[in-house]
């Protein structure tokens, strides 16, 4: 059987470890989360493992840190590595309690990241000690896409009738020789790619008459349905 005084001890090494452990977490983490409002004026918060963005303007970031540190925040754009932000935070103290959106805390500091434009950037966070020495460094990538998709128009590789108008803002159909018409969308492009396509048939009431997936080729990056 386990002593008291060989208990406190096994405590005392256990709580060691555990803070020890604590300490680390915060030493390593940099970016928690992202919050911003997006395109459609809706607020967002994103975490960094996620890091698709459309904000509408500048966005936040929450970065962790340990007291009395800093921290020096820049972005660099990936298609040629130029910083295009950079601030040094204050150091950090027990008033700088962060609360994010998933409802956890920690010491850190919020920096606003003016507007920038589309593309992909990376994200360096150095953390550095009350000497301004740089203690360790991390990196984020984010992707920034405000634009939709881009293509061709609706196209009919195979006109299945007469009298078939199928160009415009208008299509007449004509006389169908068969019950379906096939669809065709080519050269799609987006900068962060999609999740589905799909066409949808609207009445003039603006109701929906039917709506149908597309099937995607990346090869040819067209959508057929």
Same mark, same amino acid.
């Given at each position: 059987?386990?002593?008291?005084?060989?208990?406190?001890?096994?405590?005392?090494?256990?709580?060691? @470890?555990?803070?020890?452990?604590?300490?680390?977490?915060?030493?390593?983490?940099?970016?928690?989360?992202?919050?911003?409002?997006?395109?459609?004026? $809706?607020?967002?918060?994103?975490?960094?493992?996620?890091?698709?963005?459309?904000?509408?303007?500048?966005?936040? @970031?929450?970065?962790?840190?340990?007291?009395?540190?800093?921290?020096?925040?820049?972005?660099?754009?990936?298609?040629?590595?130029?910083?295009?932000?950079?601030?040094?935070?204050?150091?950090?103290?027990? !008033? #700088? %309690?962060?609360?994010?959106?998933?409802?956890?805390?920690?010491?850190?500091?919020?920096?606003?990241?003016?507007?920038?434009?589309?593309?992909?950037?990376?994200?360096?966070?150095?953390?550095? !000690?009350?000497?301004?020495?740089? +203690?360790?460094?991390?990196?984020?990538? +984010?992707?920034? #896409?405000?634009?939709?998709?881009?293509?061709?128009?609706?196209?009919?590789?195979?006109?299945?009738?007469?009298?078939? +108008?199928?160009?415009?803002? %208008?299509?007449?159909?004509?006389?169908?020789?068969?019950?379906?018409?096939?669809?065709?969308?080519?050269?799609?492009?987006?900068?962060?790619?999609? !999740?589905?396509?799909?066409?949808?048939?609207?009445?003039?009431?603006?109701?929906?008459?039917?709506?149908?997936?597309?099937?995607? #080729?990346?090869?040819?990056?067209? $959508?057929? $349905?």
């Amino acid at each position: 059987p386990m002593s008291f005084p060989q208990f406190l001890h096994h405590s005392a090494l256990a709580m060691t @470890v555990s803070i020890a452990a604590s300490m680390l977490s915060i030493a390593n983490a940099r970016v928690y989360e992202y919050k911003f409002t997006d395109i459609h004026g $809706a607020q967002k918060s994103v975490s960094e493992s996620a890091p698709y963005l459309n904000p509408h303007g500048s966005f936040n @970031v929450l970065l962790i840190g340990g007291l009395d540190q800093q921290i020096r925040i820049s972005v660099f754009r990936d298609t040629d590595t130029n910083a295009v932000f950079s601030t040094t935070t204050g150091i950090i103290t027990v !008033d #700088d %309690r962060i609360a994010s959106s998933s409802g956890n805390y920690f010491y850190g500091k919020t920096v606003t990241i003016p507007p920038i434009s589309d593309g992909r950037y990376t994200i360096k966070s150095d953390i550095l !000690d009350s000497k301004s020495s740089v +203690v360790s460094t991390t990196s984020h990538l +984010v992707v920034i #896409d405000t634009v939709g998709p881009t293509s061709d128009n609706f196209s009919v590789p195979w006109i299945p009738g007469y009298n078939m +108008v199928v160009t415009g803002q %208008r299509w007449e159909l004509g006389q169908g020789q068969e019950a379906a018409i096939n669809l065709a969308i080519k050269n799609i492009n987006d900068l962060s790619g999609f !999740d589905k396509a799909i066409v949808q048939i609207i009445k003039p009431d603006g109701s929906t008459q039917s709506s149908y997936a597309m099937t995607y #080729d990346e090869g040819s990056k067209a $959508a057929t $349905a």
